[in-house]
């Protein structure tokens, strides 16, 4: 087997500007140890997130010459709905700025006091636009996906068991939608399996709940599909994404994900009076519905994105340079998730820094690690994100201290992962000299982007 090599050549490049330890040791000390506070250009490789930050091809970039940004019917909006449609087979597709304001929509007219929504995991925005609402957002993620460094085929999967029990206790009348997120974001992109797509559309069907896909990260989906359920090794991708939502009433969509968009998203769905609920919600709060808060040169980059992402060559690329990275890790002794996900690495930092107590931070401290030693920008998935005070004021720590490499979207070449792999391995034998840190200054929500805090020093 030859080298499996990115799938594209590079036109216009953009430079990385490089510094030493020392300027990134200063740069990270006026950050206040916050990696969200340092600036872009004092990054070397940047891998806070696959978010917006895909690369366009040269045909995007020539469809945003052709964008047609007339306020009503525009070429461009009827290109992107076709695209939709022919890709999902769901018949009715709303534009929105991003993802989150597809869920700003539709929770706003299903959510309310009293109502669950169910999900294998539900998305961060995902789930507050569920508690905005009134309502509560309900996890039922499948026991293999609870276990980072265990691998199995299908991490993301919905445990069907207790989805069907918990329809039972609370009726299905107090259940509006379940939501599958594809691939499963924050459980580590791990990939859900056709099996349980079906599975779970039968028991929704059978309680007359509606199901949706979060579909950001489809095509890496049903990569994982072709790869690792039988009977789908020699089925197109086009024709798995279309069997996946076929089993849906909807979906919601970033195409910051896999749309190779650098912004935008829509809403898709069957029910004609849902969709007219959106509608109305769109105009006053996104836009008219055949632009809703995007450009008409955004419509057409993201019809193009979302073809240019079920191909193949790209897909094999993709997840490959995942895998590429997790086990050059793994040679080295590195803790780290498995199997690789779809978009991103996770290292276990609890395990990684048995030495720093949950208090003090150890994915933070090896997120800023990882800066200094190599100016490689990752994010801490722990208790600095998710951890919370009890009534003495001591920290409640989270489930799990990770911290993400989110890999952007046909940015980086092999070298720039081989780098990320020996900066990581570098610090991994290091460890021993890594330091917990403490806040000295966060707010109330979402603490994470803004906290200020120091190193501890206990000698
Ligand atoms: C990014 C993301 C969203 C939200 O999309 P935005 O475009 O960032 O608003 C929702 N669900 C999942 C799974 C995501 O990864």
């Not at 700025?97 to 669950?116: D, M, N, P, V, W």
């Not at 276990?147 to 993301?156: D, I, M, Q, S």
């Not at 950001?216 to 939502?245: H, L, T």
């Not at 005070?389 to 980086?412: C, I």
């Amino acid at each position: 087997m030859k080298t499996i090599i990115e799938p594209f050549r590079i036109k216009s490049v953009e430079p990385i500007y490089v510094n030493t330890p020392a300027e990134r040791a200063e740069i990270l000390s006026k950050a206040h140890y916050n990696l969200f506070r340092v600036a872009a250009r004092d990054v070397l490789i940047d891998l806070l997130t696959d978010s917006g930050t895909s690369a366009m091809s040269s045909e995007q970039w020539a469809g945003m010459m052709r964008g047609d940004e007339s306020y009503a019917g525009s070429e461009s909006f009827f290109r992107f709905e076709k695209t939709i449609q022919d890709i999902t087979g769901l018949p009715i597709v709303i534009p929105t700025h991003q993802g989150r304001a597809s869920e700003k929509i539709l929770f706003s007219i299903l959510g309310g006091k009293g109502k669950y929504f169910l999900s294998n995991t539900l998305f961060d925005t995902t789930r507050a636009n569920i508690e905005y609402s009134g309502a509560e957002g309900i996890d039922l993620l499948c026991e293999a996906g609870k276990h980072p460094t265990v691998p199995a085929p299908f991490k993301g999967n919905m445990d069907t068991t207790t989805l069907e029990s918990f329809i039972k206790e609370k009726g299905a009348s107090h259940i509006p939608l379940c939501v599958l997120t594809v691939t499963n974001n924050s459980g580590g992109g791990q990939p859900v399996s056709m099996e349980n797509i079906r599975e779970v559309s039968r028991i929704c069907k059978e309680n007359r709940v509606p199901m949706f896909i979060d579909a950001c990260r489809f095509a890496e989906n049903a990569w994982f599909i072709k790869q690792r359920e039988p009977g789908y090794a020699n089925r197109s991708i086009g024709d798995i994404v279309r069997e996946m939502f076929s089993y849906a009433d909807g979906c919601t969509m970033s195409a910051k994900k896999d749309a190779f968009a650098n912004i935008g998203g829509f809403l898709a769905m069957r029910d004609s009076e849902l969709a007219m609920d959106c509608r109305n919600l769109l105009v006053i709060t996104e836009g008219f519905p055949t632009y809703g808060g995007l450009a008409g040169r955004d419509l057409e980059a993201i019809a193009i994105g979302l073809r240019e992402v079920m191909d193949e060559q790209y897909l094999q690329y993709r997840i490959r340079s995942m895998e590429y990275l997790t086990e050059k890790l793994m040679a080295a002794g590195v803790p780290v998730m498995q199997p690789a996900g779809g978009h991103a690495v996770y290292l276990d930092a609890a395990a990684f820094l048995p030495h720093i107590p949950a208090s003090e931070l150890p994915g933070q401290a090896l997120a800023c690690a990882l800066y200094l030693e190599g100016g490689v920008r990752s994010v801490e998935i722990g208790t600095l994100m998710f951890g919370k005070y009890d009534a003495n004021g001591h920290t409640v720590p989270a489930q799990m201290e990770l911290v993400r490499m989110a890999v952007p979207r046909r940015v980086y070449t092999q070298s720039h992962i081989d780098y990320v792999a020996e900066v990581v391995i570098e610090v991994f034998q290091k460890r021993d000299n890594i330091k917990g840190l403490r806040i000295i200054e966060e707010s109330a929500l979402l603490r994470h982007f803004t906290a200020k805090l120091a190193p501890i020093d206990n000698k």
